[in-house]
T-cell receptor
Framework: SQTIHQWPATLVQPVGSPLSLECTVE??????LYWYRQAAGRGLQLLFY??????ISSEVPQNLSASRPQDRQFILSSKKLLLSDSGFYLC????????????FGPGTRLTVL | SQQGEEDPQALSIQEGENATMNCSYK?????LQWYRQNSGRGLVHLIL?????REKHSGRLRVTLDTSKKSSSLLITASRAADTASYFC????????????FGAGTRLFVKA
């Protein structure tokens, strides 16, 4: 069966520090991968998606970036965190890109101080 | 405003009662999905209903879709304390894109 992992689970970082969040998927090949951010009590905002290794599409201009160095690995990064980057970050995968069921990881709670 | 908007924003019921949550959207869709999120956790897919379907069941869940009114409802029958969570509808607009748009969710609290 398929499993999706995210780490770390929680992170507290000072403003201006770098960020690296990792997501890995097991049990499937060539998944579509997604990074979402969720503000407290709100819905999900799509940040990036990827249909294959090295292929990244950005949905929202910001100081975050994403990379997909391996088929089942998706990384969210920042060179300098802002206070507004605080939130709950969720990684997800799907078999097909268009409106398919998405399977979510457990999330990372990021607090920027 | 958002493509998918849930109503009510919050719902508190007694265990054993039924819970009904509604979702409205603005553009034509390919399908509509409902997800559940326990506090501080990832989302879990509950059910997907296609635009040519009107009703779908899964265990204690019943989902309806009215494309003429651009609305959907999620009914949880005989609720349990463990159903306490946030519930989100997610739509894929039928505009040739793929992006799934999530609403802000309904927070359900089931009192034991």
């Amino acid at each position: 069966s398929q499993t999706i992992h995210q780490w770390p689970a929680t992170l507290v970082q000072p403003v201006g520090s770098p960020l690296s969040l990792e997501c890995t998927v097991e049990g499937t090949s060539n998944p579509n991968l997604y990074w979402y951010r969720q503000a407290a009590g709100r819905g999900l905002q799509l940040l990036f998606y990827s249909v294959g290794i090295g292929q990244i599409s950005s949905e929202v201009p910001q100081n975050l970036s994403a990379s997909r160095p391996q088929d089942r690995q998706f990384i969210l990064s920042s060179k300098k965190l802002l206070l507004s980057d605080s939130g709950f970050y969720l990684c997800a995968w799907s078999v097909r890109l268009a409106g398919d069921t998405q399977y979510f990881g457990p999330g990372t709670r990021l607090t920027v101080l | 405003s958002q493509q998918g908007e849930e109503d009510p924003q919050a719902l508190s019921i007694q265990e054993g009662e039924n819970a009904t949550m509604n979702c409205s959207y603005k553009t034509s869709i390919n399908n509509l999905q409902w997800y559940r999120q326990n506090s501080g956790r990832g989302l879990v897919h509950l059910i997907l209903i296609r635009s040519n379907e009107r009703e779908k069941h899964s265990g204690r869940l019943r989902v309806t879709l009215d494309t003429s009114k651009k609305s959907s409802s999620l009914l949880i029958t005989a609720s349990r304390a463990a159903d306490t969570a946030s519930y989100f509808c997610a739509t894929v607009p039928n505009t040739g894109g793929f992006k799934t748009i999530f609403g802000a969710g309904t927070r359900l609290f089931v009192k034991a």
